[in-house]
C-alpha cells in the first residue's frame, strides 16, 4: 500500500513538473513566435535634437503664450460665443501639449513619438466629448452640435441609393450605363482608400474580405432603419464588394508584402553624406521604423478565437455608428465633424489592434494597451447615445426573414464554436500515451509546440523511464518537485 502510495505521489508530482515544463515552453515559444514576426532593423543610434523630448521648451512656449493672454492681450471684443469657443480650444491644446511630451510611448516611433502621444490626446478629448453629450438630452444635444457650427442643427433629409436599380436603360440621355457612371463619384475613392487603410490596420486579408462583406450584409439588414442603407444590387456587390472594397484589400495586401520584405537601415542624418541621401532620409521619416507580420491564428485556442470575432464586431460596430450618428445628430455627411472623427479613429485604430495583437501573442505583455483601452470606450460610448437618443429606432424589428438569417447564422457560430473547442478536443484528437489527461495534453492543434521541444520532451522522458527502472536517480532537471501549499 505504501508503495502504491508513493508512485501515485510521484506520478502526481511528475504530472505537475511536466505541466510547468508545459507552460514554460508554450511561453517561450509564443515569446519566440512574436519575435519572429519582427522585421530585423539596424539603427546607428543617432540621438539627433529632433528626437529630444523638448519638455521644458514646449512648457516655456506655453507659459509665454498664457502670459501675453492674460497681460498683453486687451481688445479682444465683447462676443461670449468667441470667448467660450477659444477657451475651449485653448484648454484642448494645453491638454494635447503635456501628452505629447509626458504620455507614455506607443508602439510606433515614426515620424516622431509625440505625433502618436497626439493621437492619443486627441482620442481622450473626442471621448470626453461624448461623455459630455451622453449627459444632455437629444435636444440640447443637437443645439451643442449646431453651437459648434451654426449651420448645423437642422434636420437632414434622408437620402436613398435605391431609386433606379436598373444597370442598363436603353434610351438613356446619358447612355445606357449611365445609373453605373453617376455613381463613380469621389466615394469610390474614399471606399478603396479606406479599405486599403483597413488592410493595413488588420493586415490579414481574409478578416478584411469577411469584414467587407459583413458590413455590406448589415447594409442590407438595416434598410428598415435607415434609408441611406439601401442600395441597388450591383452597387453592393459589383461596385463596393468587388471593385471598390476588393481593390483596396488587395493593393494592401501587396504593400504588406512589401513591408514584410523590407529591410530597416537607419543611419542619422548627419552621417549621410550625399544631399540626395539626406533629402531621401527625410521622407523617409514618414515610412515604418519596423514592421511586424500579424498572424492571428483565430482557431488556436477559444480566447483567441473570441478575440478575433470581438475584433471585428468594433470594426463593424465603427462603421455603423457614423451613419447613426450623422442621422441622429444632425450632421450631414460632407461636414468636416464626420471627416474629422475619421481622421482621429485611424491612426488611433493603427495603434490598437497593434497593441491588441502584441497583448494576444506576446506573454510578456501583460495589460491592454493604452489606444486600445481609449478606442473600446469611444465606440461603446457612441453606441450609448446612439441607444439613448433613438432607441426606437434601433429596436425597430427586422424583417422576418433577416431576422431568421442572422438567427441561424449565430446558432452555426456557436455550434461550430463549441465542436471546435470542446467536442474536437475531447474526442477526435489522439493523446500522447505519456500523459493520461487528454484534457491537458493534447495534439499540436492546441499547443503547437515545436518539433525540437517535442524531441527535447520525450528525450527527457525516456532518461527519466529508465533511470525509474535501473532504480537510479534521476537528473536535477527532472526530479519530482512537490507543489508548495497545492500551487
Known sequence: MNRRKKNRESDDSLNYESESRQRFEDSDDRTSHFSSLQTHVYDDGTNTYFWRAHSITVLCLMIISLVYVALVETDTGNDTNFHVKRGIVACVVIFCLWGMTQAKDGPFQRPHPAVWRLVLCLCVVYELLLVFILFQTIDDARKFVGYLDPELGKPLKEQTYAEDCRLYVPGHPDG????????????????????????????????????????????????????????????????????????????????????????????????????????MRVFQQFTPYSWTRFDWKPTKSLKRWLAVIGIMCMFEIAELNTFYLKFILWIPPPHFINWGRMLILGPAAVVAIRETYQYLEDPTCKKFGQQSWIISAMVVTEVLIVMKFDLPLVLRPFPTHIALLWLIAFICLVVWTIFQFYI????????????????????????????????????????????????????????????????
Open 176 to 279: 445606357p450605363f449611365a445609373n453605373f457612371w453617376i455613381k463613380m463619384d469621389f466615394f469610390v475613392f474614399s471606399h478603396l482608400f479606406g479599405w486599403f487603410v483597413k488592410m493595413i490596420i488588420v493586415r490579414d486579408f481574409w478578416i478584411c474580405q469577411l469584414l467587407s462583406l459583413g458590413f455590406e450584409l448589415l447594409e442590407y439588414s438595416l434598410e428598415h432603419q435607415l434609408a441611406n442603407f439601401a442600395e441597388c444590387w450591383w452597387d453592393h456587390w459589383l461596385m463596393d464588394f468587388l471593385i471598390c472594397n476588393s481593390l483596396g484589400i488587395i493593393i494592401g495586401q501587396m504593400t504588406l508584402k512589401y513591408l514584410n520584405i523590407k529591410e530597416y537601415h537607419w543611419h542619422g542624418l548627419w552621417n549621410i553624406q550625399s544631399y540626395r541621401g539626406k533629402v
Open 424 to 487: 474536437r478536443p475531447q474526442f477526435f484528437t489522439q493523446v500522447p500515451s505519456h500523459y493520461g489527461s487528454p484534457s491537458k495534453y493534447e495534439s499540436s492543434s492546441k499547443y503547437e509546440l515545436s518539433s525540437n521541444y517535442k524531441s527535447r520532451f520525450n528525450a527527457k522522458s525516456e532518461e527519466y523511464s529508465h533511470s525509474i527502472s535501473n532504480g537510479t536517480h534521476q537528473p536535477y532537471a527532472l526530479r519530482a518537485r512537490r507543489p508548495i501549499n497545492g500551487k
